[in-house]
């Protein structure tokens, strides 16, 4: 599977599960670390943990497995290698405001990966 593939499937596995304000950065000429960051935070440490459990599950059923790390904290993180998805909560978000730290990096438009209700 394609780098944009993963981050497409991604997109839509958070989505399905209502994650908050999905943004995915394109990073690879900034750095070799990976391709893409999919940055999103939930409502609450219910709500972020459910969000990494189905990203982890749907693609591990498509054959990708990740590495998942702070599940019992306000940011989780899953490395899939060229793909890296940050699940926050609201406040750990704004605290390490990884789009500041990455605002050279290129968004990647959402359109048709997400529904616009």
């Not at 839509?12 to 994650?19: D, S, W």
């Not at 999905?22 to 440490?45: A, E």
């Not at 060229?82 to 050279?104: G, M, Q, S």
């Amino acid at each position: 599977m394609t780098s944009k593939e993963k981050v497409q499937n991604i997109v839509r596995f958070l989505n399905e599960k209502k994650a908050v304000g999905i943004k995915v950065l394109g990073i690879s000429d900034l750095t070799i670390v990976s391709d893409y960051f999919v940055i999103v935070n939930g409502t609450s440490t219910t709500h972020i943990k459910a969000l990494a459990d189905e990203v982890d599950f749907q693609m591990g059923e498509l054959g990708e497995q990740g590495r998942l790390e702070g599940k019992a904290s306000d940011w989780i993180l899953i490395d899939f290698g060229d793909v890296i998805v940050h699940i926050f909560l609201p406040e750990a978000r704004e605290h390490y405001n990884l789009e500041k730290l990455w605002a050279d990096a290129t968004e990647v438009s959402l359109e048709g990966m997400v529904d616009d209700e």
